[in-house]
């Protein structure tokens, strides 16, 4: 599905990756950040964070995340379902076994 795609994150998304624990070498996340867009927090993006927070009760971080998807107006691939909440995100819900 995302093969020969742009790939783009917020920078929350970067810094979550960057704290994982779990990974023997932080080298393969730093190489997979360098090939993809980082979305920055803009003013427009704080604006709707604060929106969807207060509407939806998600954890600011996610609010950030989802606000990154929407102001830019990308559909946004988690597992998440806490993201169905919001109202305007162009969700895809990634199953998973």
Same mark, same amino acid.
């Given at each position: 599905?995302?093969?020969?795609?742009?790939?783009?994150?917020? $920078?929350? $998304?970067?810094?979550? #990756?960057?704290? !994982?624990?779990?990974?023997?070498?932080?080298?393969?996340?730093?190489? !997979?950040? &360098?090939?993809? $867009?980082?979305?920055?927090?803009?003013?427009?993006?704080?604006?709707?964070?604060?929106?969807?927070? $207060?509407?939806?009760?998600?954890?600011?971080?996610?609010?950030?995340?989802?606000?990154?998807?929407?102001?830019?107006?990308?559909?946004?691939?988690?597992?998440?379902?806490? !993201?169905?909440?919001?109202?305007?995100? &162009? #969700?895809?819900? !990634?199953?998973?076994?």
């Amino acid at each position: 599905m995302l093969d020969n795609r742009n790939l783009y994150i917020s $920078t929350i $998304t970067e810094m979550e #990756l960057c704290t !994982f624990q779990r990974y023997s070498s932080i080298e393969i996340i730093k190489t !997979f950040l &360098d090939s993809i $867009t980082i979305l920055n927090i803009d003013k427009c993006n704080k604006e709707s964070a604060i929106k969807i927070r $207060t509407g939806s009760k998600l954890k600011l971080s996610d609010s950030i995340i989802a606000a990154s998807a929407i102001t830019n107006d990308m559909p946004m691939i988690t597992a998440d379902k806490d !993201f169905n909440k919001i109202i305007g995100l &162009d #969700l895809i819900l !990634f199953e998973h076994n």
